[in-house]
């Protein structure tokens, strides 16, 4: 027999993150276990859908059959649980949870609370919920009131990958994530500015506009600061794999993540590495792979920063820490074979 599965995704598939990487990964390896995979394109104005996105989007579901199993990425599921409500009982539908939406930096109280509202209505609505950490899950519990015994954990997948020389001279820092509050770029630079003292570079890689202002901002914080030359934002990039490779230190001051793909991908690259204790990170990252400090400090983000670049014998010993963590990493035919799992057991 034939498994299907329709994937409701919102959005540019293409798009350059974690959440779109996660789910274009998740559409291969589960081709490749023999599955028979749909795309069913929503809107792009999720999470913040306007009035016709709403309107498309229950037009689509609307013209699903009656019994099928979709997986609907939460970045539009736990957004507008009032769509998919009347569906709930003649579709077979499965929530894919990156992070909770309230979780977003930047909300006011009031829009986090009703994002809060909204995911734990939509949740009830799901027959399984599949989750990119046990952080996410523990956060479902705990906060949304998702039964544990519904919770599927499927870590996103790592390929392995060619050792980075780490022989940058001077020293290259690489970060990865779009620029938006929550990815503590302005935070990054912070700290950078405290040790212009040492000889080192910095390429800052993500999308520019997805936050017009915070990327403004990340500009001006860089020219005021006297960095002009020393930290480049190089906006999106199509390939990041040379980027890892030319790296020898990866550093992000992510305030939180679902899993955190570019720690896991720095791992996977043999780089050592200065972030926070964010979410799921401090599990990610072990102790012998680099250094962590609490979210949103920029004076102890610089003191790691200063310790690592100072010290060469250090750099080294946690390469080799973060090498034997990311061969430990799963691959996404691991990954895929828990969701398929998951998904085979509704379907039947």
């Known amino acids: 027999m034939t498994l299907t599965v329709l994937f409701a995704i919102p959005g540019n598939l293409n798009a350059r993150t974690g959440g779109y990487g996660y789910d274009r990964a998740v559409i291969g390896a589960l081709s490749a276990l023999g599955w028979t995979v749909g795309h069913l394109a929503l809107p792009g104005g999720f999470p913040e859908p306007s009035h016709a996105d709403l309107a ?9 059959e009656a019994g099928s199993l979709v997986l609907v990425d939460g970045l539009a599921f736990s957004a507008s649980p009032e769509i998919f409500e009347p569906h709930a009982g003649r579709l077979r539908l499965v929530a894919l949870i990156h992070h909770p939406l309230a979780y977003e930096t930047g909300l006011s109280d009031k829009r986090a609370a009703e994002l809060m ?3 734990r209505r939509a949740l009830r ?7 990119t950490s046990p952080e996410t899950g523990r956060a479902l519990v705990a906060s949304f009131d998702v039964d544990r015994a519904r919770i599927t954990v499927a870590l996103p997948g790592t390929e392995r990958q060619a050792r980075a020389a780490a022989a940058g001279d001077p020293p290259m820092i690489l970060s990865i994530g779009s620029l938006i509050p929550r990815k503590g770029h302005d935070v990054l630079i912070e700290a950078l500015g405290g040790i212009t003292d040492l000889d080192w570079r910095c390429r800052i890689v ?5 936050d017009g202002t915070c990327a403004r901002l990340l500009d001006r914080m860089i020219v005021d600061r006297g960095l002009g030359g020393r930290v480049v934002l190089t906006g999106a990039l199509d390939e990041i794999g040379s980027e890892y490779a030319n790296a020898d230190l990866f550093a992000l001051a992510t305030l939180y993540e679902g899993y955190g793909m570019v720690f896991a991908e720095a791992l996977a690259h043999g780089l050592p590495i200065v972030g926070t204790r964010a979410g799921p990170v401090a ?3 072990p102790e012998d792979a680099g250094l962590l400090v609490a979210p949103g400090d920029a004076k102890a983000l610089e003191g790691a920063l200063r310790t690592m670049l100072a010290d060469c014998g250090l750099r080294k010993t946690k390469a080799d820490g973060a090498w034997r963590a990311g061969r430990s990493l799963p691959t996404w035919e691991t990954s895929a074979r828990r969701i398929a799992e998951t998904l085979s057991k509704v379907a039947s």
């Open 56 to 64: 498309e989007t229950a037009g689509l579901l609307e013209g699903i």
């Open 117 to 119: 509202a909204f995911e």
């Open 206 to 210: 993500g999308d520019p506009g997805r």
């Open 125 to 131: 609505l799901a027959r399984a919920v599949i989750v």
């Open 283 to 285: 599990d990610l990252v």
